[in-house]
């Protein structure tokens, strides 16, 4: 029972949403997200920071090439 009631508590304790500043610096950084599996294989997409306020989706990065 004591182990039910600090799951819920855990559960709703944490309901504040996260409003990260207003930022006015430079918003075209290099973003790089990927994942490399086990096996060996990746996928990495590069993209330009924007916005917290833009709802469009990042513009991709052209003119990146594969090295191997």
Do not use: H, Q, W
């Not at 508590?9 to 930022?23: E, I």
């Not at 950084?29 to 917290?52: E, Q």
Request: charged letters at 20%.
């Amino acid at each position: 029972m004591r182990k039910l009631i600090i799951l819920l508590f855990l559960c709703v304790g944490c309901l504040d949403p996260y409003a990260p500043p207003a930022s006015s610096g430079n918003l075209n950084a290099l973003v790089v997200d990927g994942y490399i599996d086990a096996d060996g294989s990746a996928r990495v997409k590069l993209s330009r920071s924007t916005s917290l306020d833009d709802k469009g989706t990042s513009p991709k990065e052209g003119g990146a090439a594969r090295n191997y």
